[in-house]
């Protein structure tokens, strides 16, 4: 039954189109088992048909849970903190209906006792009175008429409670019409020594019963303590191995073939809450525009890292200390714009005191390499491969000096060049090739020889076709030729790539774009300005640079991400939502660094000895 309901809903969806690859289903089933022989087309992907199968046939079936649940009589959509409080209470009120019950009849059945007890203390005269009635209802009118009073023995007084002993011994005590009816059809083995102390007893066991019925609705710690109990009960009970495995994916079912190959917008914030978005969210804008909201971070958290990457793309996750973790962009959650994100931490194996510090998109681990900068200068080249097959706690990338940290990563061809650029302005252009390849937890070698005080912020791979973008933290920046940065050998101090003035502030970052591309701009408190490079005119090296974005009082630029302009991008809003206008041009500047292919003369110049300085003797010295 169950391979002819196969095959008949493998012929419908071939049908119907949706498993175009499959040219014929056959039934090759016998009394050894079942087996079904699907016919494919000439270069299709049998992986991606497997997939399909699982998708549109019996072969796999998945349900989803909505977490439905009725609250106060109407239904609603509950979290998983709300289902655990809706749990709670609901075991709160079990458990204060079941003891409501038990308090209930343990004080029915400890009336009936009193009554019972009396009578026995007082039997002669309980009697006397029934064999006196001429039928059964005077008798009962006759019992609850006449005044009781506790005669017992000591030993039966020592086992009732003292409340009692104080009332009963009072001689005021009448019989109900339910302890007479209990007294009437009472048998007469009751009045043996032995059954009255049973009756004593009982009746004391249940007075201690009631007293903790009687806590347990009073006090809500002892409420909780039964719950608490309760569970421990069900976990030793029913705690065995879990029989069904819970995965994320089925076993042998890649889930990348049924997710659509585009591009989105990752994010990743100085906290470490990362997201990702479509594309389209951001719309385009004139240079100059002050932005939308980005992302909703919390106070003192901003947006420090922007890419574009496509769902089937791996990240590379750098950290501070060196250590790397594998994540794929479609494991991301999808967010809204104004969403802070999620953890990354939550999301990988690494300790949350870890911070990331560079994050690289690549697709396949093939025969490119990994290109990693240093704050403090040093540079590294491993084979992509290496970090093919990572641990489920991360790899080591890289090794560091003490105080060094990543700042950057590229993927690069071996025969690339490279740029490195600093906070106070100064770069310096070095072939690949004289950075020899290493292994993961090599340190690397020099790239660049640093002034005191002064950091690498950033690493470029040099494109013929663009240009060098560099942007400071007051907004300013600029485009420069990358024919205006001479090659030299790795090691030196380098050249002046912008003027780091009071007005620009220091260098945020450097990167190679191309006219077709777009800008993303992002400040501390999360703005965020799409631009494209048409506005952007191409000028000096050594200049000042113009306006990029206009930022608040109290704000600054801390990253930009290139953007790769897609087809029917100029059809995007020229603004956008809660944006000024662009302006027409940047403020003036007060010198003839903005006119294209002129610079400062004075700041044209490279600081003696800098610009074809060797390598030093040790730089070239890997450490292990």
């Not at 549109?56 to 609603?76: D, E, K, M």
């Not at 409340?163 to 009072?170: C, E, G, I, P, T």
């Not at 076993?251 to 594309?279: C, N, S």
Request: with cysteine; aromatic share 4%; hydrophobic share 40%.
């Amino acid at each position: 039954m169950l391979k002819s309901t196969i095959i008949e809903r493998i012929a419908e969806v071939v049908k119907a189109g949706k498993i175009p690859d499959i040219t014929d289903v056959q039934d090759h089933s016998d009394r050894t088992g079942m087996r079904i022989v699907l016919d494919l087309r000439k270069g299709s992907e049998p992986e991606l048909v497997v997939n399909q199968l699982y998708e549109y046939t019996p072969l796999q079936s998945t349900f989803s849970i909505i977490n439905i649940a009725l609250v106060g009589h109407a239904p609603r959509t509950l979290s998983l903190k709300e289902m655990l409080a809706g749990f709670l209470d609901h075991r709160k009120e079990v458990i204060r209906r079941r003891t409501s019950f038990l308090l209930r009849r343990a004080r029915q059945r400890a009336h009936i006792l009193e009554g019972l007890i009396l009578a026995v203390a007082d039997i002669d005269a309980i009697i006397e009175i029934i064999k006196k009635s001429p039928d059964v209802p005077t008798a009962k009118q006759r019992l609850m008429a006449r005044k009781l009073r506790l005669t017992e023995s000591a030993t039966v007084r020592k086992l009732l409670p003292k409340a009692f002993l104080k009332r009963a011994s009072s001689g005021d005590q009448f019989l109900t019409a339910v302890q007479a009816d209990n007294i009437l059809i009472m048998q007469l083995q009751r009045l043996t020594g032995l059954e009255v102390e049973k009756l004593a007893q009982e009746y004391s066991k249940l007075v201690e019963e009631i007293d903790g019925y009687e806590t347990i609705l009073r006090e809500e710690s002892r409420l909780l303590d039964i719950i608490r109990e309760d569970i421990i009960e069900i976990r030793e009970k029913y705690g065995d191995e879990r029989r069904t495995e819970v995965v994320a994916d089925a076993q042998d079912f890649d889930i990348e073939d049924l997710i659509a190959d585009e591009d989105v917008v990752v994010t990743l914030t100085h906290a470490g809450y990362i997201k990702r978005m479509p594309l389209a969210t951001y719309r385009r804008q004139g240079r100059g525009g002050q932005g939308i909201i980005g992302s909703d971070a919390r106070e003192g958290d901003f947006v420090e890292e922007l890419f574009i990457a496509s769902t089937h793309d791996y990240l590379l996750v750098l950290l501070d200390n060196g250590r790397m973790h594998w994540l794929k962009v479609y494991d991301i959650p999808s967010m809204a714009r104004q969403s802070r994100g999620r953890a990354i931490v939550n999301l990988l194996q690494m300790d949350p005191k870890d911070r990331f510090c560079a994050v690289v998109a690549v697709r396949d681990f093939d025969e490119r390499y990994l290109v990693t900068a240093t704050r403090k200068g040093q540079i590294k080249k491993t084979p992509l491969a290496a970090y093919a097959n990572p641990r489920r706690g991360g790899i080591q990338a890289t090794g560091l000096d003490e105080g060094d940290v990543v700042i950057g990563a590229a993927i690069t061809r071996g025969s690339d060049e490279i740029v490195l650029g600093t906070a106070r302005g100064q770069s310096i252009r070095f072939q690949e090739t004289d950075v020899r390849a290493m292994g993961r937890t090599a340190a690397g070698v020099r790239g660049i020889h640093l002034r005191e005080g002064d950091d690498v912020v950033d690493m470029a791979v040099l494109d013929p076709m663009a240009t060098l973008l560099t942007a400071c933290e007051n907004g300013y920046g600029k485009r420069t030729s990358f024919d205006e940065y001479r090659l030299q050998s790795r090691g030196g101090y380098g050249i002046i790539n912008i003027k780091s003035t009071a007005r620009n502030g220091k260098v945020v970052a450097m990167k190679s774009i191309r006219d077709a591309d777009e800008l993303m701009l992002i400040t501390f408190h999360g703005m965020i300005v799409r631009t494209g490079l048409n506005e952007l005119r191409t000028i000096g090296r050594a200049t000042q640079g113009v306006r990029l974005i206009s930022l608040k009082e109290g704000d600054r630029l801390v990253a930009v991400a290139r953007v790769v302009a897609e087809d029917g991008a100029g059809q995007l809003d020229e603004t956008a939502e809660g944006a000024k206008p662009a302006k027409d041009s940047a403020p003036a500047d007060n010198n003839t660094g903005n006119q294209p292919g002129r610079s400062v003369k004075d700041d044209d110049t490279e600081a003696a000895g800098d610009s074809d300085r060797p390598a030093e003797s040790g730089d070239d010295v890997t450490a292990l």
